[in-house]
């Protein structure tokens, strides 16, 4: 499956795979906005209005299921692809 085009938004809390997954997305030619938890990704959602989402579930706070229940609930990122990491 091709990765949507536009902003692609990292969701993830782990500092060594953080970096992997971010050189990875640019490598693909993509702009890339990382987040560490879950509050910062939908603040980065409703700010920036990223084209897909890779998220990982065990966030600190606003835990990563959280955070898709809200995209999915919202009718403006009802449609947002997400991938779970």
């Given at each position: 499956t091709?990765?949507?085009?536009?902003?692609?938004?990292?969701?993830?809390?782990?500092?060594?795979?953080?970096?992997?997954?971010?050189?990875?997305?640019?490598?693909?030619?993509?702009?890339?906005?990382?987040?560490?938890?879950?509050?910062?990704?939908?603040?980065a959602?409703?700010?920036?209005?990223?084209?897909?989402?890779?998220?990982?579930?065990?966030?600190?706070?606003?835990?990563?299921?959280?955070?898709?229940?809200?995209?999915?609930?919202?009718?403006?990122?009802?449609?947002?692809p997400?991938?779970?990491?």
């Open positions: 091709a990765l949507p085009q536009g902003l692609i938004l990292v969701v993830e809390d782990d500092d060594r795979l953080l970096p992997i997954v971010v050189r990875l997305i640019e490598t693909l030619g993509y702009p890339v906005r990382a987040v560490g938890s879950g509050e910062e990704a939908l603040a959602i409703a700010a920036e209005h990223p084209a897909g989402v890779l998220l990982d579930l065990g966030l600190p706070g606003v835990s990563g299921m959280e955070v898709l229940r809200r995209i999915r609930s919202a009718p403006a990122t009802t449609d947002l997400v991938t779970i990491m």
